[in-house]
């Protein structure tokens, strides 16, 4: 079993900044990938950015050059840092955490974004 916490989530002015954290806990050997996604009401949850065991990183074009994605190994955290956010980022974002094929992956409870205009 794997936790994971995220925090950082709130209410921001559009072209403001938040950064998302989450927290991994339990059975995290093995994990291929963290990554953040988001689904806004009515929609799809979707990717938002990744960041695999070895550093690779992964953005949705929407969010290229205003999201960053990092991971700090030695505490088990994943965060996203979000500058010149847009009404459009609103959503609640969930950290996911992605193991080799054949093992599910896991999700946290969510953390809600929103930005007003």
């Known amino acids: 079993q794997v936790q994971l916490v995220e925090s950082g989530g709130g209410l921001v002015q559009a072209g403001g900044s938040l950064r998302l954290s989450c927290a991994a806990s339990?059975?995290?050997?093995?994990?291929?990938?963290m990554g953040w996604y988001r689904q806004a009401p009515g929609k799809q949850r979707e990717l938002v950015a990744s960041?695999?065991?070895?550093?690779?990183?992964n953005y949705a074009d929407s969010v290229k050059g205003r999201f960053t994605i990092s991971r700090d190994n030695a505490k088990n955290m994943v965060y996203v840092q979000m500058n010149s956010l847009k009404v459009e980022d609103t959503a609640v974002y969930y950290c996911?955490?992605?193991?080799?094929?054949?093992?599910?992956?896991?999700w946290g409870q969510g953390t809600q974004v929103i930005v007003s205009s």
């Open positions: 996911n955490a992605d193991f080799p094929p054949g093992i599910p992956s896991y």
């Open positions: 339990g059975s995290i050997f093995g994990i291929m990938a």
């Open positions: 960041i695999t065991s070895g550093g690779r990183t």
